[in-house]
Nanobody
Framework: QVQLVESGGGLVQAGGSLRLSCAAS????????MGWFRQAPGKERAFVAA??????IYYVDSVKGRFTISRDNAKTVYLQMNSLKPEDTAVYYC????????????????????WGQGTQVTVSS
């Protein structure tokens, strides 16, 4: 089992920044991949960004140039969010995959084996 704990969400004005963190514990492996999804009210959970164990990085088009995903070890991943917009408002979920990812699989929630509880990000206009 792997446990994921997100932190760093909050309320920010449009144009501001937030940094989300996700810490994994339990039976983690170095050959894992991690990602971020978000779910806005009334919408399905949607892919935001992911980083594979091999270093591959993937973003949804709407956040390219504004968000940056990074990791400092096999257990912690970050999402730096700049130039935030009201449409970025959502609950952000950290996800953990036991294997690698590619451009297609990174965006598929079924590629991930474990999920965090989520952290709320609210961007006011």
């Amino acid at each position: 089992q792997v446990q994921l704990v997100e932190s760093g969400g909050g309320l920010v004005q449009a144009g501001g920044s937030l940094r989300l963190s996700c810490a994994a514990s339990g039976r983690t492996f170095s050959s894992n991949s991690m990602g971020w999804f978000r779910q806005a009210p009334g919408k399905e959970r949607a892919f935001v960004a992911a980083i594979s164990w091999s270093g591959g990085i993937y973003y949804v088009d709407s956040v390219k140039g504004r968000f940056t995903i990074s990791r400092d070890n096999a257990k912690t991943v970050y999402l730096q969010m700049n130039s935030l917009k009201p449409e970025d408002t959502a609950v952000y979920y950290c996800a953990y995959s036991l294997g690698g990812l590619n451009t297609r699989t990174a965006m598929n929630p079924e590629s991930y084996d474990y999920w965090g509880q989520g952290t709320q990000v609210t961007v006011s206009s």
